[in-house]
Nanobody, 121 residues
């Protein structure tokens, strides 16, 4: 089992910055991919950014150039630095961890409870 806890959400003005953190605990040594997802009111959850254990990253087109994801394997943490925030970035942000298993078993998905980010003047 893996437990995830997000922190760092809050209210920020358009154009501002915010950093989210995710702390993983439990059987963390098996985590391969960590990711940030977000869900705005009335919308489906969407992928924001991913980072592998090796530090390879990937971003949604809507956040490229504005958000930076990073991971510290020694501390079992992941961060999302969000710059130039827009009202459209308002959502609950979720931390996700993927643990692979031996074929043919599918990987395990773990989720944090989420943290609210509100971008408003």
């Amino acid at each position: 089992q893996v437990q995830l806890a997000e922190s760092g959400g809050g209210l920020v003005q358009p154009g501002g910055s915010l950093t989210l953190s995710c702390q993983a605990s439990g059987r963390v040594f098996n985590i391969y991919i960590m990711a940030w997802y977000r869900q705005a009111p009335g919308k489906q959850r969407e992928l924001v950014a991913t980072v592998t254990r090796a530090g390879n990253t990937n971003y949604a087109d809507s956040v490229k150039g504005r958000f930076t994801v990073s991971r510290d394997n020694a501390k079992n943490t992941m961060e999302l630095q969000m710059n130039s925030l827009q009202t459209e970035d308002t959502a609950v942000y979720f931390c996700n961890a993927v643990v692979p298993r031996s074929a043919p078993s599918p990987p395990l998905d773990y989720w944090g409870p989420g943290t609210q980010v509100t971008v408003s003047s």
